[in-house]
């Protein structure tokens, strides 16, 4: 789908230029544009090199470890589903500790081992759980204690002062996270309110059964 709809606005652009008369420009902003994207890219290589540094660093140190048990009730209460001790936790940790960093590149892999993780625990597998929902909206709308990526590309451009979205991208990304919360919170509940009473079908087919067998003539029991 995403790529359909850039191959359309390239389509769009080529017909555009070609119809005004544009096409030295549309050229001259294809290359730019490869040209930018390459030179973004380097850029964002050395500080994502760098806070990786940090965080392989912090995982020899046992901080990882340290910030996990401090993080370890928030993700229990987070994440009810999930039995202590499961390896999607350690994935969840992860993917939240990249996340307070801004390291989003590095975020994503973490997410995707917790999602095929929490996809074990899953009766149903063409349904997402409520794990995984919850997982999905944490990790877009995560609170972010430091911006990385968004600093490196201020800095790349020529920024004044690079870091000085902290605050605002601190605050922003607190109050997605406690609006992401809330709503996972209320479809959590609303769910539960939707469910039809009663046992689940396993059970309700097996006491049909078990009823079955015990309405069944003594004779034919012993065949």
């Given at each position: 789908?995403?790529?359909?709809?850039?191959?359309?606005?390239?389509?769009?652009?080529?017909?555009?230029?070609?119809?005004?008369?544009r096409m030295n420009?549309?050229?001259?902003?294809?290359?730019?544009?490869?040209?930018?994207?390459?030179?973004?890219?380097?850029?964002?290589?050395?500080?994502?090199?760098?806070?990786?540094?940090?965080?392989?660093?912090?995982?020899?140190?046992?901080?990882?470890?340290?910030?996990?048990?401090?993080?370890?009730?928030?993700?229990?209460?987070?994440?009810?589903?999930?039995?202590?001790?499961?390896?999607?936790?350690?994935?969840?940790?992860?993917?939240?500790?990249?996340?307070?960093?801004?390291?989003?590149?590095?975020?994503?892999?973490?997410?995707?081992?917790?999602?095929?993780?929490?996809?074990?625990?899953?009766?149903?597998?063409?349904?997402?759980?409520?794990?995984?929902?919850?997982?999905?909206?944490?990790?877009?709308?995560?609170?972010?204690?430091?911006?990385?990526?968004?600093?490196?590309?201020?800095?790349?451009?020529?920024?004044?002062?690079?870091?000085?979205?902290?605050?605002?991208?601190?605050?922003?990304?607190?109050?997605?996270?406690?609006?992401?919360?809330?709503?996972?919170?209320?479809?959590r509940r609303l769910?539960?309110?939707?469910?039809?009473?009663?046992?689940?079908?396993?059970?309700?087919?097996?006491?049909?059964?078990?009823?079955?067998?015990?309405?069944?003539?003594?004779?034919?029991?012993?065949?």
């Amino acid at each position: 789908m995403l790529n359909g709809i850039w191959l359309g606005m390239i389509l769009i652009g080529f017909v555009f230029a070609a119809v005004t008369g544009r096409m030295n420009e549309f050229t001259a902003a294809v290359f730019d544009g490869a040209k930018s994207g390459v030179t973004v890219s380097f850029g964002l290589i050395s500080v994502l090199v760098f806070w990786l540094g940090i965080m392989r660093i912090a995982e020899d140190a046992d901080l990882l470890k340290k910030i996990s048990r401090v993080l370890g009730p928030v993700v229990s209460f987070l994440f009810p589903d999930v039995p202590k001790g499961h390896p999607a936790i350690g994935y969840i940790l992860s993917n939240m500790s990249a996340n307070l960093l801004g390291l989003g590149n590095a975020a994503t892999p973490m997410g995707i081992k917790a999602m095929q993780e929490l996809q074990t625990l899953n009766p149903d597998k063409e349904t997402a759980t409520p794990a995984m929902c919850t997982l999905l909206a944490l990790n877009t709308a995560s609170i972010t204690l430091i911006p990385a990526t968004l600093i490196a590309i201020r800095l790349n451009y020529g920024s004044a002062d690079p870091a000085a979205i902290v605050g605002t991208t601190l605050a922003a990304t607190a109050v997605a996270t406690l609006a992401a919360i809330a709503a996972d919170r209320l479809c959590r509940r609303l769910t539960l309110l939707r469910r039809p009473p009663g046992p689940p079908p396993a059970i309700r087919s097996g006491t049909a059964a078990a009823k079955g067998s015990a309405a069944l003539p003594h004779s034919s029991v012993k065949g």
